[in-house]
């Protein structure tokens, strides 16, 4: 097993101490830091492949509205002009 050390901040802090209230396993910073690697990182990671994949398909979206817009407006001057 490794030491590791790291500095905090109170939104850290917050966390750290809201892990050990939940959890009577977690009684020091280090056990919550523990039980978070082991616990959030991968939801974390997942969390994150996820927003950037809806955000690559927001972007999707949005080119697939200005492309059907387009054919919308050459679909309206095709009509207009096949009009006598």
Known sequence: MA???FETNSELDMELK??????????TNAAAAKHAINN?????EELRELAADYDDLKQEL???KHFYAEK??????LQALLKP
């Open 3 to 5: 030491l590791v050390k």
């Open 72 to 77: 919308l407006a050459a679909d309206n001057q």
């Open 62 to 64: 949005e080119q697939i």
């Open 18 to 27: 809201s892990i050990q209230l939940s959890r009577p396993d977690c009684n």
């Open 40 to 44: 959030y990182l991968s939801t974390c």
